[in-house]
């Protein structure tokens, strides 16, 4: 091997050597940095039986915010405009009443409640009755907090089962209605020992202002 031919390998070879120690470094350095900034994982939709459980538990909101950093307000917004899911009409009624993940707009966020609403779902009807007997986000109007917790309660909606009573007790509505929530009441299920004090006591209150045949009418089983 000529002078020339050994000066070209080892340099050809240094270079390798570099080339090689370079790219080795990249790599560790991209593994260090995937390590350190994480891409989140996708988040799946929510079934329609998980979406409603964790509107029961009020937690919605929060998990869609605080858990899943807002990745999938763009899908709730096509299930509940496109799809017309009811449980996602009230989700991004809620997002967009609260200012979850998109600017605040109580008109539309109250206007998918009603969607939600319409389509039967009892979280949604609970949810205006209430709105409607407290005069949030919208004005009070005892005539429609009763058409909506009604209609919820017969649902069976525990809730909107308790504040229905508790708006007839307190002089609105009708006999028939008081009858109605005595009926839902007294035919509820619950394991909260706290949740059945209270029914008892709605129980007793109604009682006091129902003549006994209407009572012992009203205890008969559902669908009776």
Known sequence: MTLFQRIQFFCSYALCVSA???????LVYSAAE?????VPEAVQLYTDDELVRLIRQNSHLQRVRDVDNCQLYQDIKAQ???????????????MLAYAVCYDRNV???VTYMQEAAIQGLPEALEQLGRYYHLGRLVQPDMHRAILYLREAASLGNLPAQKRFANILLAGHGSALDMEAAYHYLHNA?????QEHRQIQTILLALEEKLPARIVERARKPLNV
């Open 189 to 193: 299920v619950t394991a909260s020992a």
């Open 20 to 26: 090689g120690a370079l790219l080795l470094n990249t």
């Open 107 to 109: 008109e539309l966020g």
């Open 80 to 94: 509940a405009e496109v799809e017309r899911r009811p449980a996602y009409q009230f989700l991004y009624g809620d």
């Open 34 to 38: 995937a390590r350190q900034f994480k």
